[in-house]
């Protein structure tokens, strides 16, 4: 039965819109260090939503310029092209993550892109302290790290007594019951579509091993840190669904971060108040 469902998901995946052009193409001359300002600006300018929340973003608190933001290309001077490739992706990516999901995983409307940016923010707030280089790549990983779940969402409440039996009475936690019963995991379906979506291989593993960082091989720190935010999301209760259940902390993550404890207790801490602080949201559905 697993690889009859696996077939009909890989052809839901087949099947997923791409990326409008647009946001391809401004995600393309982020990625370029020959483009320029005015590149950027005349692409954004043709989306009315994207330009209002990138000027909202520029003159938010949480940037704190001492002037208003008035213009796009003054708005990615300040924000930087990194934090405008996150933004761009968010408003992407949106209409798929707001969907409620409530057969399987248990997730109201919203709540999954509630999870979804919790996480992400926390990833980029783990990077920045731990100095990880690529912070906003770190915001996206963990933006799109359960994506698989909006395709897995039939098949799971289909098989969902014998998951949450594996869970309740047998002390496995929900991937290993989405394993055992399915042959796969939402992590594995999300890949698929990051790949379609032509992402580097570094943000393909951080969705398909947010779960088990140890088997990561072309950047384990990213995985690492995507996987210690989502652990902590979980935590904090954001968009709690039925798969809130049995989710630890990995031994190697802890170990590639040179996390303890103690500062894992800090980042909890300091990561609840940065979430608190709503200019911290890159973009708001409604």
């Known amino acids: 039965m697993g690889k009859i469902i696996l077939d009909n998901l890989i052809n839901k995946v087949e099947d997923m819109p791409i990326l409008p052009d647009r946001i391809s193409k401004i995600i393309s001359l ?4 020959d483009s320029t300002i005015k ?12 330009t209002s929340e990138i000027l909202k973003l520029a003159n938010s608190t949480y940037y704190g310029y001492a002037r208003s933001i008035s213009t796009v290309s003054e708005a990615t001077v300040l924000l930087g092209s990194q934090a405008i490739k996150s933004l761009v992706l968010a408003s992407a990516v949106s209409q798929f993550l707001i969907k409620e999901l409530p057969d399987g995983y248990g997730l109201e ?8 940016q919790s996480c992400a923010i926390i990833s980029r707030f783990i990077a920045k302290k731990l100095k990880y280089p690529k912070a906003e790549e770190a915001y996206i990983s963990g933006l799109l ?14 098989e969902y007594g014998t998951i949450i039996n594996k869970v309740e009475k047998e002390g496995k936690t929900f991937i290993e019951a989405e394993e055992e019963t399915l042959g796969f995991n939402h992590g594995e379906i999300g890949a698929k579509v990051a790949q379609k979506w032509n992402f580097p291989l570094a943000l393909v593993e951080s969705i398909l091993y947010h779960h088990s960082p140890e088997l990561s091989e072309t950047d384990p720190k990213l995985v690492s ?3 210690i935010a ?4 979980m935590m904090l209760g954001v968009g709690l669904g039925n ?17 303890d404890g103690e500062a894992i207790e800090k980042i909890i801490y300091e990561a609840t108040d940065y979430l608190n602080d709503r200019d911290s949201f890159n973009i708001v559905v409604s």
């Open 39 to 50: 590149d950027l600006e005349k692409e954004i300018l043709m989306d009315q939503s994207l």
């Open 230 to 233: 989502d652990s902590i999301t």
């Open 109 to 116: 409307k919203y709540a999954l892109w509630n999870q979804s």
């Open 30 to 33: 982020t990625e370029d260090p």
């Open 243 to 259: 798969d809130g259940l049995s989710y630890n902390f990995s031994e190697f993550a802890l170990k590639t971060l040179n996390l």
């Open 225 to 227: 840190i995507v996987h």
């Open 145 to 158: 790290r359960d994506i698989g779940k909006t395709i897995l969402n039939y098949y799971v409440a289909k």
